[in-house]
Structures are given as structure tokens and as C-alpha cells.
């Protein structure tokens, strides 16, 4: 029954060495987001996609990239950790864009080392 | 932008006890109020939300209230259990836009 699902749960990396994070949903929503959340805060925008369209937040790092290949999945790139992007990654979608549920996945924990 | 204001940062109630947490938004035409609650460790869910044409909405011993004239909604958690215990966001949206979340409360729920 699971809706959001993201992979892997647990990432641990090394200091500059590229990571990626995969998101999926059976949703079939259009909207689908990216949240970083440290210890203790909100979650925090890095982009969000509606459909295929690409929406970065003004303060996103250009080292966080992302891709979208099809409705079901979207992935993000850390093209170059570092030990402040040591957090957890959460991914959610909702149907469509302001005024509509939005639907978490349980988030990947990345380390950096 | 929107900008939602969540107080208190953190609420400690005795069991049983009520609980309310409350918020405030910037913009007029923000529409959908959504609470969600996260455990430790654990994704945001969505306990109870509310849309601007209704002021109160319930579901069992959680409830929220909306004040579109003064901009600002509350979290009521009545008869407080330990597994309440969560930290509670709070957000603010409108259509076409993506939703701005508070800072979050931390409601710890002494047995």
C-alpha cells in the first residue's frame, strides 16, 4: 500500500562523492517535491516539479540537482556532498500544485563522511 | 510570499491535559490549512486540514479552527496522550502555489 516510496532509506557517502536519491509514487500526481529537513527544523523546499516543469527555489544549492523521467519517479543528485548536507531527504507529491494534501514518503537519512 | 508564524516552538501538556497550537499567514488568499504531524524518525502525515470556506472542522479529539479575518488557525488536541507526542507543522497554501510550512511544535505528552 505504500505510496511514496524512497530508496534507500539509509545513504552514507564520503565528502565529495556524488550521491543519488530515488523517489516513487503510485499516486500518479503531478506534483512531486523535494524537502531537505535538518534536526529539529521544518522541512526545507530545494524544487518541485509540476509535471514535467522544474520549479528550483531561489536558495537551493546549485550543487542539488534533479531529474524527473516520468510521472512515477524522481530522483535527486548531490553532485558534491558536504558535511552541511548531512540531513534527511524527504520526498512528497500531492495531486496538484497549492490547496491539495501533500503525501510524504519516510524520507532517506544521508551521512556524509 | 506567504509567510506562516507557528507558536509556541514547543508545548509540554499532562496526559489528559488539552493542547493547542497555533498559527498565523501573511497571505489573504492562502486557502487550504493543513496540519501534519511527524514522529521521531518518521515521515510528515496529515492528521487534519482545513479549507477557508468552513471556520472549524473535527475528527475525534483533534480539531481545527480558522479565523480568516485574523489570518490565523489552531491545533486543538483534547484528552492528551503519550503518543501524541510528535512534532506538529503546520502549513498555509492557495491554488498554483506551493504550501509554506511553520517551524514546528514539539508537543511532548508527560503520562
Keep these: 500500500d505504500a505510496m511514496v516510496i524512497q530508496n534507500p532509506r539509509y545513504q552514507v557517502t564520503q565528502f565529495g562523492k556524488p550521491v543519488t536519491l530515488s523517489c516513487s509514487q503510485t499516486l500518479n500526481h503531478n506534483v512531486m517535491y523535494w524537502y531537505q529537513q535538518k534536526?529539529?527544523?521544518?522541512?526545507?523546499?530545494?524544487?518541485?516539479?509540476?509535471?514535467?516543469?522544474?520549479?528550483?527555489?531561489?536558495?537551493?544549492?546549485?550543487?542539488?540537482?534533479?531529474?524527473?523521467?516520468?510521472?512515477?519517479?524522481?530522483?535527486?543528485?548531490?553532485?558534491?556532498?558536504?558535511?552541511?548536507?548531512?540531513?534527511?531527504?524527504?520526498?512528497?507529491?500531492?495531486?496538484?500544485?497549492?490547496?491539495?494534501?501533500?503525501?510524504?514518503?519516510?524520507?532517506?537519512r544521508l551521512l556524509v563522511l | 510570499g506567504e509567510n506562516v508564524e507557528q507558536h509556541p516552538s514547543t508545548l509540554s501538556v499532562q496526559e489528559g491535559d488539552s493542547a493547542v497550537i497555533k498559527c498565523t499567514y501573511s497571505d489573504s488568499a492562502s486557502n487550504y490549512f493543513p496540519w501534519y504531524k511527524q514522529e521521531l524518525g518518521k515521515r510528515p502525515q496529515l492528521i487534519i486540514d482545513i479549507r477557508s470556506n468552513v471556520g472549524e472542522k473535527k475528527d475525534q479529539r483533534i480539531a481545527v479552527t480558522l479565523n480568516k479575518t485574523a489570518k490565523h488557525f489552531s491545533l486543538h488536541i483534547t484528552e492528551t496522550q503519550p503518543e501524541d507526542s510528535a512534532v506538529y507543522f503546520c502549513a498555509a497554501s492557495r491554488s498554483g502555489y506551493i504550501p509554506t510550512f511553520g517551524r514546528g511544535t514539539s508537543l511532548i505528552v508527560h503520562p
Excluded at chain 1, 531561489?58 to 512515477?72: E, K, V, Y
Excluded at chain 1, 507529491?93 to 514518503?105: C, I, L, N, V
Design chain 1, 39 to 108: 534536526s529539529s527544523q521544518a522541512p526545507k523546499l530545494l524544487f518541485h516539479y509540476y509535471d514535467k516543469d522544474f520549479n528550483n527555489e531561489a536558495d537551493t544549492p546549485d550543487n542539488f540537482q534533479s531529474r524527473r523521467p516520468n510521472t512515477s519517479f524522481c530522483f535527486l543528485d548531490i553532485r558534491s556532498p558536504g558535511l552541511g548536507d548531512a540531513a534527511m531527504y524527504l520526498c512528497a507529491t500531492s495531486r496538484d500544485g497549492g490547496g491539495e494534501t501533500q503525501y510524504f514518503g519516510p524520507g532517506t
